[in-house]
């Protein structure tokens, strides 16, 4: 009784600081405390309702029998919207503070919001080695359900909450991306709804145009339904090799030359300076030896980037074996190391010992409870940001990013580019090696303004013909973004399918200098 009393002061006592100091003081300048008493234990609730309502549906098989109903409600509401005449442009009813990206997207106030409950995985096909999932599932969702039955998939973008329809319509990738490439690559077939109410499946020998025009389209040539992706047989464990490097030249060199190497089922680099980086090779294997085996899931372990810095430390290579599902997901616990600005002790021993379990709090909650202050903090002193370029622009890309931005660590992952059609490919008429260079961060250099020097580094990505990840802002004008993306395939077929009164341009939908 005595520690319920303890308790209740405790809270007493901080709810009279909070008052004292202000909500928003608190909120911006000790928000661990708000993320530790309120959005960690509300994120636990999220999860263990998400968990439960995806076994009950396994249990009653009930996703493939509804599915049917809930596309006609969705194709009911498209021609509803025809009907009232069509004056205004649809999106998703998803709130926008529930999906990963950072920008909470202005547009859902003033279009018509189109309810999409589609949250479910519908079939694995063995024989075809495909699984067909609405485009809610999320890949904690997914690894979750296929891993047991000994299957994954080829590309496991690494955060828990990330869906599948945000990976089609934006992207997604992973360290498997040198040898597979980006998360639509490995999509198989996809369901729509078009501005028409009509459904439509797409391959690549099913109406390939609209196929190759939606990913990266962003939601503007209809509302993705189901899609069906590629499945590979899972192993137990991945055997990860960590390699300390250091010299900028170097670094670059052995990054390119494991990314070209297919033996490798797994690339990853992290950058700690402009001088130093550790790369990562891993293998899939179901045999491994006991005492190198390291559960980094679990919740009392350091968080993985700290981990690898370990091995930077000691200036020394490494072994270990990883369970598949830890590795797949193994930025999830400090969502990369953005968590360390939030709660910067959260990779003491005793906080994960103790709250571990609790980690991360849900972004999306982050992001609804952020308050205009912070989100004006973090526009203005923060970056989060992926940037596509060549492989062999890497060393160069580098330094831009020290010069610009001045953000450790950098995250590196290589990926296969196809020539395929569509807004993102090659300059050249073969597949290309490619590299995702992530930021996540407050930019350490001392003349970082947000519009200015993204601007700049829009500039330099255009100028490699590179490619920014729009989940992220974007500064460009319009003639600047369809200058680093290819247009003409998705201008042609909203034409074509009549989505320019139905549908915002994905430019409008996503950068800055249009919503403003």
Known sequence: MSAVWSLGAGLLLLLLWVRHRGLEAVLVHHRWIFVCFFLMPLSILFDVYYQL?????RRMHSAPRLHGQRVRH??????????????????????GWLTVSLRVGKYKKTHKNIMINL???????????????????????LT??????????????????????????????????????????????????????????CSPTENSDLFYAVPWSCGTLGFLVAAEIKMIPAKKYIRLHYEPVRGLRSICEKFTEESKNKENS????????????????????????????????????????????????????????IPSRHYYHRH??????????????????????????????????????????????????HVVQDMLVPMKSLEKSIQTFHVDLNVYPL???????????????????????????????????????????MRQMEKFVRSVHG???????????????????????????????????????????ICKAARH
């Open 144 to 201: 979750a359900y296929l891993n047991p039955m000994g299957w994954t998939i080829p590309v496991v973008p690494e955060l828990d909450d990330l869906t599948v329809g945000g990976l089609i319509m934006g992207t997604g990738i992973e360290s498997s991306s040198h040898i597979y490439g980006l998360f639509q690559h490995t999509c198989m077939a996809y369901e729509l709804v078009l501005a028409d109410g009509s459904l439509v499946r």
């Open 119 to 141: 949250m479910d995985v519908l079939e694995v096909d063995s024989e075809r080695q495909v699984v067909r999932v609405e485009p809610l599932v999320t890949m904690g969702q």
């Open 332 to 381: 999830t616990r400090s969502i990369f190391w953005e968590l360390q600005d939030i709660i910067p002790f959260g990779n003491n021993p005793v906080f994960r010992y103790l709250f571990g379990w609790m980690v991360p709090p849900k972004i999306s909650l982050l992001k609804l409870t952020q308050g205009e202050a912070i989100r004006k903090l973090y526009e203005q002193h």
């Open 53 to 57: 309502r995806a076994w009950a549906v």
């Open 266 to 321: 797994f690339v990853e680099g992290l950058v700690y300076s402009l001088e130093e980086a550790v790369i990562m090779t891993g293998v899939l294997t179901d045999e491994a030896e006991p005492s190198k085996i390291n559960r980094i899931g679990n919740y009392y372990k350091p968080w993985f980037f700290k981990h690898v810095e370990k091995y930077l430390k000691a200036n020394k290579t490494g072994i270990e074996y």
């Open 411 to 453: 995250w590196l992952c290589p990926f296969l580019l196809p020539n395929n059609p569509g807004m993102v490919h090659p300059k050249g008429d073969e597949t290309e090696l490619y590299v995702d260079i992530g930021a996540y961060g407050e930019p350490k250099t001392k003349q970082f303004e947000a519009r200015a020097s």
């Open 467 to 509: 490619f920014q990840m729009l989940y992220a802002d974007c500064y460009m004008t319009r003639e600047e973004f369809w200058d680093m993306f290819d247009g003409s395939l998705y201008h042609s077929l909203r034409e074509q399918m009549n989505c320019k009164d139905a549908f915002p341009e994905v430019y409008d939908k």
């Open 74 to 95: 969705i194709q009911e509401q498209v021609r509803e919207w025809k009907e009232e005449g069509g004056r205004r442009y649809m999106c998703t009813g998803r709130p």
